[in-house]
């Protein structure tokens, strides 16, 4: 059964904090993306990464920075959190796939609240 | 860039009625995907769809693609309860790009 975990469902964080968000995928999948949804915006996408040590921007990668050392593992690195980075963040992973992509994998979510 | 526009943002209907969300898109896609994401749930792949033209079936949910490659919609006949949740899709433009997700149409169904 295919698994992403992510290290916390709630968090509540002080503005000007560092924080970090962790996801496990136990797929051996390339791909990893982080995602945050907000009510009426959908799904945006802030980084993405197709290989350990590698990593490109997404749609909004202002405020974030990411962190992929091993190929299992995808961090997500608010250097100084602010209130208006209160979301709801997802990780995904799929395998890879270039002239037709694989479906993704969710993991359930953090919801981040900063305060 | 790409952008996925997806109607209805909402939609309300009684357990039996039929339902229909609509995905356009500002270009062509090589595929697109749909997912849905129950209350406090996270999203769960549907389908991709690949061909201009293609239709997909899942039981009481059929999926299309439109000629252009520029638009789909999944419909849903006969609702029931367990249908509710938001309905996303998701478009890809080239072979190297990533998805970019319409912003959902959240389905709540009535007994």
């Known amino acids: 059964d295919v698994k992403v975990t992510q290290s916390s469902r709630y968090l509540v964080k002080r503005t000007g904090e560092k924080v970090f968000l962790e996801c496990v995928q136990d797929?051996?999948?390339?791909?990893m993306f982080w995602y945050r949804q907000d009510p009426g915006l959908g799904l945006r996408l802030i980084y993405f990464?197709?290989?350990?040590?590698?990593?490109e921007k997404g749609d909004i990668p202002e405020g974030y920075s990411v962190s992929r050392e091993k190929k299992e593992r995808f961090s997500l690195i608010l250097e100084s959190a602010s209130t208006n980075q209160t979301s709801m963040y997802l990780c995904a992973s799929s395998s890879p796939g270039v002239a037709l992509p694989y479906e993704q994998y969710f993991g359930p979510g953090t919801r981040l609240t900063v305060t | 860039g790409q952008q996925v526009m997806q109607i209805p943002q909402y939609q309300h209907v009684q357990e039996g009625e039929d339902f229909t969300t609509y995905c356009n898109s500002s270009?062509?896609?090589?595929?697109i995907q749909w997912y849905k994401q129950r209350p406090g749930g996270h999203p769960v792949f549907l389908i991709q769809?690949?061909?201009?033209?293609e239709v997909k079936k899942q039981k009481r949910l059929t999926f299309q693609f439109g000629e252009a490659k520029k638009n789909s919609s999944l419909h849903i006949t006969a609702t029931q309860t367990t249908d509710v949740g938001t309905y996303f899709c998701?478009?890809?433009?080239?072979?190297?790009?990533?998805?970019?997700f319409g912003k959902g149409t959240m389905l709540l169904v009535s007994p």
């Open positions: 270009t062509t896609l090589s595929n």
């Open positions: 797929m051996d999948h390339e791909n």
């Open positions: 990464s197709y290989d350990v040590k590698m990593k």
């Open positions: 769809l690949v061909k201009s033209g």
């Open positions: 998701a478009g890809r433009d080239s072979g190297y790009s990533t998805l970019t």
